[in-house]
């Protein structure tokens, strides 16, 4: 009688979406499908947020994903063979460690981040390294402020693009 009770809630629900007391939801307990775990810290994923507001260049674009400033940067400056994949690796982690900040709440431009971020790797690492990662630094192709997304991005967003039309109808 008990499986029938079971059966004739699973019913009702499916029939009109309305709970039974012997059904509870499953957001209360905190579950995830197991395929999506993985992905629950987004700053370990190489994804096109935070954004980089830099200033308007001649030509270029003024709104640049992290993620392609650093692929630009690598494809520019390293190397082929060992000594380019441990600038790659080098680099690749102080991009996961800005992502990690950026969505901690740290505010700044792209070079101060940066340089926060290559001396706390500094720490726990080779102090080659921070050498190495300053002078990367020195090659990225654009600056400005790092914006991760949040409900602030799109009136950030808006009024950048605004400033920056201006400056060129200027």
């Not at 979406?17 to 395929?35: E, F, I, M, Q, Y």
């Not at 700053?43 to 400033?69: E, I, K, N």
């Not at 650093?70 to 063979?81: E, F, H, N, Q």
């Not at 992502?99 to 926060?116: D, F, K, P, S, Y």
């Amino acid at each position: 009688m008990d499986m029938a009770a079971k059966f004739q809630e699973h019913l009702v629900f499916h029939m009109t979406g309305k709970r039974g007391d012997g059904l509870a939801s499953v957001d209360v307990r905190g579950l995830r499908p197991a395929l999506l775990a993985p992905y629950r810290d987004l700053a370990r994923l190489r994804y096109d947020y935070p954004l980089v507001l830099a200033a308007p260049a001649a030509s270029g674009a003024c709104v640049h994903s992290l993620s392609a400033l650093v692929s630009r940067l690598l494809t520019d400056i390293a190397p082929r063979g060992a000594e380019g994949e441990r600038l790659r690796k080098h680099v690749l982690r102080l991009e996961r460690e800005l992502r990690t900040m950026v969505a901690g709440g740290a505010q700044g431009t792209l070079a101060e981040l940066w340089e926060i971020a290559a001396l706390r790797l500094a720490h726990g690492s080779d102090p080659e390294a921070t050498k190495v990662l300053q002078q990367a630094a020195a090659s990225l192709a654009a600056d400005g402020d790092v914006v991760d997304c949040d409900a602030r991005l799109p009136a950030r967003l808006l009024r950048h693009q605004y400033a920056v039309a201006q400056v060129r109808k200027g």
